[in-house]
């Protein structure tokens, strides 16, 4: 703190930005900067909980606890409230979509517990908790709401068997239970048509559910333009595209170069062209040879646009660990691909800017995510050493791009004006 009041007590002091005036990472400054006293040459404040964790937390539990009280009626209204306001977070997730999460998380829960322990088919509870959601349905089937949390349940389901990631050798009996419940899924959203109802909600579920749809290639970029122009603000449903429009799934590399220009196109008027960010956001780290196409000086302006237009500090977190700390991961993965690992380089080395211009509140979980590509699949110990793995890996990043500045004695000091230095 005393350092944030010495920058107080002086005008604005040396602001440096890293496009124009910081040196270059060294290999000398990583080497030397082994173990530096950050408590004093680093300064930015750190967020146990961030109010995007926050709002996902409550509306995930909000679903739930309706979802135990049997409280159908007033969880319908809620979810089509949220779907026809067309609330997120900041971090682009629908409220809509956070609260059925919630709904079903029980049911969810159990399947992923039974499959971890070896014998889902032949354990009753989870039977019976998926009978009672079917029963459920039996009691609304007008109900869209109530479609959708029974169908996502056997899509989260059907994934629990499977995986997420389009492998060749998983066992044939995992892959006839993720048909089976991909095909239940369908039947029970089968009635119900997101675009009549102008529900994000149903249409994003529909889309979630070409994995198990034999025509899936001839229509997924269809129904995710569908999508996206019915809620251009949630950025999630860009980046589901971008990993559908890969070849593993329903497209080839050239489609989701042009996929991702054309949502550019259409969403300027909300992100300017941070669209064709978002939509190869996950594309780079599941397919990183994906990377060889990339428009890269495309790519970053659409990072600065978006960066320009977030509100709080969710995304400047977002896409700097996405940089320093996914990409050199992916990267890895293609380093007989030259065009890739170019690609790559260079929006490694975007953290740079990314740091020292938007980024001045700590959010150590989205580092920790980082770490795990982003991966929601990702099995932690727990969340406090999720936290305390981020917030160390952070750190690390720190060093690793501004420990010259620290080698000369000098803090860092993160601000929403952005990254200052001064003597420590």
């Known amino acids: 703190m005393s350092l944030l009041k010495n920058l107080k007590a002086r005008l604005p002091g040396t602001r440096v930005s890293a496009r124009k005036s910081l040196p270059e990472r060294t290999d000398t400054a990583k080497e030397h900067m082994q173990a530096p006293d950050l408590d004093k040459l680093l300064v930015i404040p750190v967020s146990k909980e961030p109010r995007e964790e926050q709002m996902r937390s409550y509306h995930f539990n909000q679903g739930q ?5 049997e409280r159908w009626d007033d969880l319908t209204t809620i979810v ?16 809509a979509e956070l609260l059925c999460q919630g709904a079903r998380s029980d049911v969810v829960a159990l399947a992923e517990h039974l499959l971890i322990d070896g014998t889902p088919e032949e354990n009753r509870p989870l039977k019976d908790a998926i009978s009672a959601l079917e029963d459920i349905l039996g009691e609304y089937p007008n109900n869209h709401v109530i479609a959708t949390i029974v169908a996502m349940a056997h899509l989260d389901i059907a994934y629990a068997w499977r995986g997420t990631t389009a492998l060749q050798d998983t066992p044939a009996r995992n892959l006839e239970a993720f048909d089976l419940h991909c095909k239940r899924a369908a039947q029970v959203l089968d009635a119900f048509c997101g675009i009549e109802l102008d529900s994000p909600l149903v249409t994003s579920a529909r889309c979630a559910l070409l994995v198990g749809s034999p025509d899936a290639a001839d229509r997924a970029a269809d129904d995710y333009e569908d999508l996206i122009d019915l809620a251009p603000s949630q950025q999630r449903h860009m980046r589901a595209l971008g990993h559908h429009m890969l070849p593993q799934w329903f497209g080839s590399y050239a489609t989701l170069e ?10 300027q008027d909300v992100w300017g062209v941070g669209a064709y960010t978002w939509a190869f956001f996950d594309a780079l780290l599941v397919d990183p040879k994906s990377a060889a196409i990339l428009d890269v000086p495309f790519f970053l302006e659409g990072l600065r646009d978006i960066l320009e237009r977030s509100e709080d500090q969710h995304n400047a977190n977002l896409f700097a660990s996405f940089a320093a700390v996914s990409i050199p991961k992916a990267a890895q993965r293609c380093t007989d691909d030259l065009a890739a690992s170019a690609a790559l380089e260079s929006i490694h080395t975007a953290a740079q800017w990314i740091l020292s211009d938007h980024l001045h509140e700590l959010h150590p979980l989205i580092w920790g995510h980082a770490m795990e590509g982003f991966d929601n699949q990702a099995r932690i110990a727990s969340i406090d050493a999720l936290f305390k793995q981020g917030q160390e890996k952070a750190n690390q990043v720190f060093v690793n791009f501004f420990g010259d500045q620290m080698l000369k004695g000098n803090a860092l000091i993160f601000t929403p004006q952005g990254l200052y230095v001064q003597r420590a």
């Open 80 to 95: 089509t409230k949220e779907d026809n306001a067309r609330r997120a977070s900041g971090g682009g997730m629908p409220i």
């Open 258 to 267: 042009l996929e991702a220009r054309r949502t550019a196109a259409r969403t």
């Open 65 to 69: 606890f309706l979802a135990r009280q």
